[in-house]
């Protein structure tokens, strides 16, 4: 129990909510420096004001960061251009952009995981890991733009979250280090005692990690090594994430931070970019205790 | 007997290469032949563009190197995508000496970018991870390291110019692309400094600093030379590799995101649009809902190349074995003087 409250303390408090904070910091010391020019002010819509009047104001970058700040605690963020209160549609961005983001790097996780499987075990490295590698490197936008040309684009339509979810596991990178990682873990886990322990009490090779079979074992093992290197892709997914939203026309963190900079509002901006690090540390977390869980017990632990 | 090299990703580029070829000669050409009988391009040179992917076929198969194979199979094709990319961009609208100039202006600015950034974040990784040398200094690097990777650098790059923009603080010329490289410097550090600490941990495993200190070397000596030079060099190059793939897809990001949004700072592109795709592609950009055919194909030939750029540069960066620990001490002689100490 008290190693499983370590854990919870180390990755929620140490490897969430401290990264979060402190990369918010960062964008103020840039954001301050960019704006050097002109005395450490920025040009914004305060909060009393934004309601009142359509003009922007300027004020000090330090003064915009703790008037953010004490909004913060309060769960007061304001109002857009359009007087809507941007509380009200900031969890439901949160949550598209979160089911995005989620079941993608699920998706991809399968998928990777099955090349690693099925693959023909020759030839099966390259052939798995060469379209994987092909997936990651191409642009984003491009990708959207090819499954938007395939499939069409239907306005207000539910099937652009489905595209936009599919263009995402394509491109975010986790298939990739799924297939690579899974197929090299596994390989070097077939030598070890506890797999031949295993075929001497009647298991047997499979494809799929099903009852009876060796790679029940092995995966279980392997897989968190998978899943520990999976977390790096997230980052670089979420910024994809960014760009596809916006090609299909999601009302996720990407259309909120548009807004806040067609407003001039470093409030809204700050806050979707606090959202969107605390969403990528999130699923880390997640992979990170997947991970944990899966290699209580196992035999290479 | 001749000693038949193992298979590896030099075969993959190889592969990939041939593969390329007749796509580049079926596409490039028949557009290249219509182009030149308007009179709108030499012959001579656009011919030399088109078979310059035969060139790197050729090269990667005589070479016996298998990363110089892989590297030199993949930058041959993009220069020459780019090059085809830029007769195709300047049909009838630009002199070509013109779009060639735009060309060379574009492609070292994204050089710059480039370069700046990795040179950053080889730096940055490399300041941070020192104290990784003392057992208990790793902590701090891993944290630093924690809240940089949980940062998408897309998001960071345009927050920052958007703020750019929003404080009236504009960058132009070069310098986006200094603040584009040293900002993603920073982002991209985690990646030679997680090389750097897997390095410091293999050779904690050995003899190697008991050893060494055993010898009298001194310890800037121990860092600076036998740790970062002589053992940490080729992890730190592969990591830069790595890193100028990140590079290159965050850059093109975020000009399609700067192209899509000029809201946020459309005149803070870093030329790495401008410079491979046509007026009709960047149009279709603008528009993506209702891209056709023809922009989609004009968009999708510098694509394949710069996808086939970075594929390459990855499978370099994978490919590369790490040597050995490298020890300059003989480590029968270390483990003698252990014992006797």
């Known amino acids: 129990m008290i190693r499983f409250l370590r854990v919870v303390f180390h990755e929620l408090v140490l490897k969430t909510a401290f990264p979060a904070v402190v990369s918010t910091l960062l964008m103020l010391v840039a954001l301050s420096l960019v704006s050097y020019e002109r005395g450490l002010v920025v040009r914004t819509r305060t909060l009393e004001e934004r309601s009142e009047q359509d003009e922007t104001v300027e004020i000090e970058a ?19 251009r359009y007087g809507r209160r941007i509380a009200d549609y900031l969890g439901y961005a949160f949550r598209q952009s979160g089911f995005l983001l989620v079941g993608s790097v699920a998706a991809a996780l399968l998928v990777g995981l099955l090349f690693a499987s099925y693959m023909p075990r020759r030839r099966r490295f390259r052939l798995a890991m060469l379209p994987a590698l092909v997936a990651t490197a191409l642009p984003s936008f491009f990708a959207g733009m090819t499954v938007l040309g ?26 990739l280090e799924a297939a690579t990682l899974g197929m090299a873990a596994s390989d070097s886990e077939r030598d070890r005692n506890y797999v031949l322990a295993g075929l001497l009490r009647g298991l047997r090779f499979r494809r799929l990690p099903l009852p009876g079979s060796v790679e029940r074992h092995v995966y279980r093992t392997a897989i968190p ?50 959202y969107t690090v605390v969403l990528c540390r999130l699923v880390t977390l997640g992979l990170a205790f997947l991970a944990w869980g899966l290699s209580r017990g196992s035999y290479g632990a | 007997m001749e000693h038949r090299r193992p298979p590896g990703h030099g075969d993959i580029a190889f592969y990939v290469t041939a593969a390329l070829w007749p796509f580049s000669l079926a596409f490039a050409l028949p557009i290249l032949l219509v182009k030149t009988a308007r009179g709108e391009v030499p012959a001579r040179r656009g011919v030399s563009f088109v078979f310059a992917p035969l060139v790197a076929l050729v090269g990667s198969f005589r070479s016996r190197d298998v990363e110089r194979s892989a590297g030199f199979a993949c930058v041959m094709p993009l220069l020459a995508g780019a090059a085809a990319g830029l007769i ?41 991870t020192l104290p990784c040398l003392r057992p208990k200094g790793r902590a701090s690097a891993e944290m630093l390291f924690e809240v940089l990777e949980a940062v998408p650098l897309v998001l960071v790059l345009i927050v920052l110019i958007g703020f750019t923009r929003a404080g009236e603080a504009r960058l132009a010329g070069l310098w986006v692309n200094l603040f584009v490289g040293v900002v993603s410097g920073l982002f991209l550090s985690p990646l030679p400094g997680r090389r750097i600490i897997d390095r410091v941990d293999e050779l ?6 008991s050893s060494l200190r055993l010898h009298g070397v001194p310890e800037w000596r121990i860092v600076l030379f036998h740790v970062l030079w ?71 030939y510098p694509i394949f190349f710069v996808t086939l750029y970075v594929v390459g540069l990855r499978l370099v960066a994978m490919g590369r074995k790490v040597p050995a620990v490298s020890v300059l001490v003989d480590s029968a002689d270390a483990e003698e003087d252990i014992s006797t100490v």
């Open chain 1, 62 to 80: 330090w003064h915009a960061y703790i008037d953010w700040l004490e909004r913060l605690g309060e769960g007061d963020y304001g109002r857009d």
């Open chain 1, 150 to 175: 395939a499939l069409g684009y239907r306005p207000y339509d539910q099937w652009n979250l489905v595209y936009a979810f599919v263009t995402l596991s394509l491109v975010n990178g986790v298939a």
């Open chain 1, 225 to 274: 090594q998978v899943l520990s290197a999976a977390k790096r892709a997230v980052a670089p997914a979420v910024g994809a994430q960014l760009i596809i939203e916006q090609l299909f026309g999601l009302r996720g963190l990407s259309s909120l931070l548009l807004n806040g900079f067609l407003n001039q509002d470093v409030s809204l901006v700050l806050t979707v970019f606090l």
């Open chain 2, 88 to 128: 195709l961009a300047g049909g009838g609208q630009l002199p070509l000496e013109h779009r060639l100039s735009q060309f060379a202006v574009g492609f070292g600015r994204l050089a710059v970018t480039a370069t700046v950034s990795v040179a950053t974040a080889s730096a940055i990784g490399v300041v941070v």
């Open chain 2, 204 to 209: 904690r495993l050995g003899y190697f600093f």
């Open chain 2, 230 to 300: 002589n053992n940490s060099k080729k992890p730190l190059m592969l990591a830069c590799v790595g890193a100028w793939t990140h590079v290159v897809l965050a850059v093109l990001a975020l000009d399609f995101l700067l192209t899509q949004f000029p809201v946020v700072g459309g005149d803070a592109v870093t030329g790495w649009m401008e410079t491979f795709f046509t007026r009709s592609a960047l149009q279709a950009f603008l528009f993506p809902h209702e891209v056709t055919g023809i922009q989609w194909i004009e968009a999708a």
